[in-house]
């Protein structure tokens, strides 16, 4: 049981260049979401999906596209990257879509924009 | 906007001592977690307390909930160094018809051997 699996974990990025980080789940989990986490600003929540085909925004939704076409998959994608996003992203999931259970995090991928 | 807010920011005590992290919050919620973090990790759950309970137990770590005063503090007794970890409280709650759970800043927690 692999739990949260996020690739790549390490990134640098050239400012304007677009990439996907991927998010993968095998826990059959409804609830996924990405969060970014910069210093002293804990982890803010980017886009969030209560299920295949239902996605929401965040509270920084703002140069981030996600989609949801699979139970297991979340990819999160940077249109045109800018220094501003240059941060650690954390992909999660839950059981449920009521976050009545345990938020499982994936390691994180660190990203750099310059 | 951020929900929960730790208290201390950050805390230095020796191992065998108590520490205690509080969380206070701004609205209602149906449950609160904590979450541990060692540095360049992921998030580890550690316990989650729902907003009809006061109090939780499990191993080492005691969590206390007064919803009246939108709080919660976090007790690890007999420290180790291997406790030393940055500590986020977490609320969820549904806000505009959907669940969210929303991150406080962190304390983070040196244990010296």
Known sequence: ?114 | SQQGEEDPQALSIQEGENATMNCSYKTSINNLQWYRQNSGRGLVHLILIRSNEREKHSGRLRVTLDTSKKSSSLLITASRAADTASYFCATASTQGGSEKLVFGKGTKLTVNP
């Open chain 1, 1 to 114: 049981n692999a739990g949260v699996t996020q690739t790549p974990k390490f990134q640098v990025l050239k400012t304007g260049q677009s990439m996907t980080l991927q998010c993968a789940q095998d826990m059959n989990h409804e609830y996924m979401s990405w969060y970014r986490q910069d210093p002293g600003m804990g982890l803010r929540l980017i886009h969030y999906s209560v299920g295949a085909g239902i996605t929401d925004q965040g509270e920084v939704p703002n140069g981030y596209n996600v989609s949801r076409s699979t139970t297991e998959d979340f990819p999160l994608r940077l249109l045109s990257a800018a220094p501003s996003q240059t941060s650690v992203y954390f992909c999660a999931s839950s059981l449920d879509r009521g976050l009545w259970n345990t938020i499982y995090f994936g390691e994180g991928s660190w990203l750099t924009v310059v």
